[in-house]
């Protein structure tokens, strides 16, 4: 069973503030990842996409994706409480064209 | 441009009644997805069409749902008998190919048709 694992929070962190969102996946082969923002009773929209090791940065946002040891993460700089949000982990496995397999979401509050 | 379409947007039933669901995908899209997302879990991939042809259904209970793309245009999710655990929001989505997962290839969630089963 291909697994995506995230903490589920809530992760309260202050305005102006630093927020660190983290994603472990079963699937050695998998190629490609994608964190997805939340709004509650709203679809996921997506943020981030990232496929090689290292950092990518797109903004506020920055995805970092360690392939070793199975780990993809997003900071979001300069958190503001409009990203008060569900950010969800998703990862395409290895055999699955553009199958995507969500993580549970962690909760984000950002509070003034 | 035009976004996934989804309706209804809400649906209540009681358990062992039927209901269907239905999908418009952004104009030109080859691939159609069904997710189902329960409160407070991540979506699940239903079942996941290329034009009017089946790609993945392995997590789709096929005794009780079935989907439909019949031109390659338009889906339709049917649930059939409802049980409690069906509650949901069911989302749809679409992308331009089946091929490539990345930022050129996005899937696009519809608003979603939140479902429940008394």
């Known amino acids: 069973q291909k697994e995506v694992e995230q903490n589920s929070g809530p992760l309260s962190v202050p305005e102006g503030a630093i927020a660190s969102l983290n994603c472990t996946y079963s699937?050695?082969?998998?190629?490609?990842f994608f964190w997805y923002r939340q709004y509650s009773g709203k679809s996921p929209e997506l943020i981030m996409f990232?496929?090689?090791?290292g950092d990518k940065e797109d903004g506020r946002f920055t995805a970092q994706l360690n392939k070793a040891s199975q780990y993809v993460s997003l900071l979001i700089r300069d958190s503001q409480p409009s990203d008060s949000a569900t950010y969800l982990c998703a990862v395409n496995p290895s055999g699955g064209y553009n199958k995507l397999i969500f993580g549970a979401g962690t909760r984000l509050a950002v509070h003034p | 441009e035009a976004g996934v379409a989804q309706s209804p947007r809400y649906k209540i039933i009681e358990k062992r009644q039927s209901v269907a669901f239905w999908c418009n995908p952004i104009?030109?899209?080859?691939?159609l997805y069904w997710y189902q997302q329960i409160l407070g879990q991540g979506p699940k991939l239903l079942i996941q069409?290329?034009?009017?042809?089946?790609?993945?259904d392995s997590q789709l209970p096929k005794d009780r749902f079935s989907a439909e793309r019949l031109k390659g245009v338009d889906s339709t999710l049917k649930i059939q008998p409802a049980k409690l655990e069906d509650s949901a929001v069911y989302l749809c989505?679409?992308?331009?190919?089946?091929?490539?997962?990345?930022?050129?290839?996005?899937?696009?969630f519809g608003p979603g048709t939140r479902l429940t089963v008394l």
């Open positions: 990232i496929y090689s090791n």
């Open positions: 069409f290329q034009n009017n042809g089946v790609v993945d």
């Open positions: 699937d050695r082969g998998s190629q490609s």
């Open positions: 104009s030109g899209h080859a691939t």
């Open positions: 989505a679409s992308s331009l190919y089946l091929d490539r997962a990345n930022q050129d290839n996005e899937q696009f």
